[in-house]
């Protein structure tokens, strides 16, 4: 087995070219999958390629997302990969339920076993929360938004009897 996860493809037609004794090598999947269909051919190379990552750079409204998430659900109809098993990070909450639309829309509900499809908030708390004795931390722990951080910044303030004219909370927010 290579280190070299892009040595799969070829320079050529930059088409994928599965590596002899590689995970697609051994895919097990009988009947073609509907959801395959409905992709172009480059698209379909994406997602039928098994054996390590995929970079795919296209503008915008091409698919992108669209391959994203039908290679997680091919990843997982081929049981190349159990839910627990991938990880897959978005920049919103919106992005995180629409991939976890598509993917439940494409194989059903066994999208809801993939623990680690959030953004990176959400998947960031998750280990934090799993780990917290590690850093001295209980499991249960609060994240304080900015408008609790001035509240609490405020209790203090008040508490100590600090001059709250020449130390704003929201001010000793922003510099915290």
Not at 21 to 28: D, E, H, N, P, T
Not at 89 to 108: C, H, P, S, W, Y
Request: negative net charge.
């Amino acid at each position: 087995m290579t280190s070299d996860p892009l040595e799969e493809f070829s320079d050529d037609d930059l088409g994928y070219v599965p590596k002899e004794g590689g995970i697609a090598s051994r895919a097990g999947v009988s009947a073609e999958a509907p959801y395959l269909a409905s992709l172009n051919p480059e698209q379909r190379a994406a997602v039928e390629s098994l054996d390590g990552p995929v970079l795919v750079l296209a503008g915008a409204g091409t698919g992108k997302t669209r391959v994203l998430t039908t290679r997680l659900a091919h990843l997982l109809n081929t049981g190349r990969a159990w839910p627990g098993q991938i990880l897959s990070v978005t920049f919103t909450n919106k992005a995180a339920r629409e991939m976890k639309d598509r993917i439940g829309n494409l194989i059903g509900g066994i999208v809801e076993g993939m623990q680690w499809l959030g953004t990176f908030h959400s998947i960031g708390v998750k280990i934090m929360r799993r780990h917290a004795e590690l850093v001295g931390l209980k499991s249960d722990f609060s994240i304080l938004d900015q408008d609790d951080q001035v509240r609490l910044l405020k209790q203090i303030i008040q508490a100590h009897e600090i001059d709250e004219k020449r130390w704003p909370a929201r001010q000793l927010a922003a510099h915290i």
